[in-house]
């Protein structure tokens, strides 16, 4: 069965930065697209980083503005959502969530059919 599991969530200052971790375990060695979404209070979810494993293709939303990077980290079967420079429009619940029916990278977020629980992050002062 395919996990997925994310964390690294909470309350950041504007400017701040976070890292959220999707661990992940059950997807094939043969290769899968794994991204991160998120969904503002009384917004439409919208697709944040997606990277393609094995081969490490990335996409980053346009309002990213090379504020995120997305990385993987074998060691730990996970992938990494490094944020930086966060805004107070960036909060929002973020999920991280694969597929394994391509295996390059996928941005919208039908395509995609495992979902971990969402992680809660608040940009305030």
């Known amino acids: 069965d395919v996990q997925l599991q994310a964390s690294g969530g909470g309350l950041v200052q504007p400017g701040g930065s976070l890292r959220l971790s999707c661990s992940a375990s059950?997807?094939?060695?043969?290769?899968?697209?794994i991204g991160w979404f998120r969904q503002a209070p009384g917004k439409e979810q919208e697709s944040v980083s997606c990277m393609s494993i094995p081969d490490g293709t990335t996409y980053y939303g346009d309002f990213v503005k090379s504020r995120f990077t997305v990385a993987s980290d074998n060691t730990k079967s996970a992938v990494d959502l490094q944020m930086t420079d966060l805004k107070p429009e960036d909060t929002a619940v973020y999920y991280c969530?694969?597929?394994?029916?391509?295996?390059?990278?996928?941005?919208?977020?039908?395509?995609?059919?495992?979902w971990g629980q969402g992680t809660l992050v608040t940009v305030s002062s």
């Open positions: 969530a694969a597929t394994d029916r391509y295996t390059s990278v996928q941005y919208r977020d039908i395509f995609y059919n495992y």
């Open positions: 059950g997807l094939p060695e043969t290769g899968y697209s």
